[in-house]
């Protein structure tokens, strides 16, 4: 199936169940201006993050990975009263994106904006959790390093979502020589040999193209 039928049917979807939103579009419209890369969610993935928190009872997000806060206030706008999302973005000029999208937002006071390098902030982040949902979505040679925290700022029942875990079906050469390929198996083979976690894959195909998500409990 060709891409065009992909995002034709993610569109039918998007206008049947979640059409246009002026606060999700505006914060797009920033992102592309500013010359962001399209790495973002799609809105239906969006708005299942946003379905996971509510059938969860989440109150606190981590997300590592902000980018210009599309996937940030899908998220915050699940939380209930008293619930926080802490996001983290390396790049300043992405992050100076997402503050304006966050500003706009109408749920600002539900999010903190983090930037700096992941790796360094997350020690930071210690008294701020155990985190009730954990999104991954950075620079995938890190993905490790980011399991390692996420699971260290969990606790028992804790989700934890990795996204672009598929790469246009990649992930399954051994011998790729791409070191996001490489990151992703290597954070998929820790999943699996952690006996605190239990896990599954799913492969998704729409507007972003062939990928995928892994959702890890933690049991402990």
């Not at 246009?20 to 962001?36: E, I, M, N, T």
């Not at 997300?63 to 899908?74: D, K, P, Q, R």
């Not at 290597?186 to 892994?214: H, M, N, S, W």
Request: glycine fraction near 8%; include cysteine.
């Amino acid at each position: 199936m060709p891409l065009s039928i992909w995002t034709a049917v993610d569109q039918y979807f998007s206008d049947q169940l979640h059409p246009s939103d002026p606060v999700l579009d505006r914060a797009q419209a920033r992102a592309d201006a500013a010359g962001l890369p399209a790495h973002q969610v799609a809105p239906n993935q969006g708005a299942f993050l946003q379905l996971m928190i509510k059938l969860t009872g989440a109150t606190r997000i981590l997300e590592i990975g902000t980018l210009g806060a599309y996937s940030t206030i899908w998220m915050a706008r699940g939380l209930s009263a008293g619930g926080i999302i802490h996001t983290l973005e390396a790049n300043p000029v992405h992050a100076a994106v997402a503050r304006q999208n966050i500003a706009d937002s109408g749920v600002s006071e539900r999010i903190r904006l983090h930037e700096g390098k992941a790796a360094d902030t997350l020690p930071s982040l210690v008294h701020e959790g155990p985190f009730d949902l954990v999104f991954i979505d950075a620079d995938k040679p890190s993905n490790p390093i980011y399991l390692k925290w996420a699971l260290e700022l969990s606790r028992p029942g804790t989700l934890i979502i990795g996204d672009n875990v598929v790469r246009d079906g990649k992930v399954v050469d051994a011998a790729s020589d791409d070191a996001n390929v490489q990151g992703v198996r290597t954070y998929i083979d820790l999943i699996a040999a952690d006996p605190r976690l239990e896990a599954t894959a799913l492969q998704t195909v729409g507007c972003k193209g062939y990928d995928g998500f892994v959702i890890a409990r933690v049991l402990g």
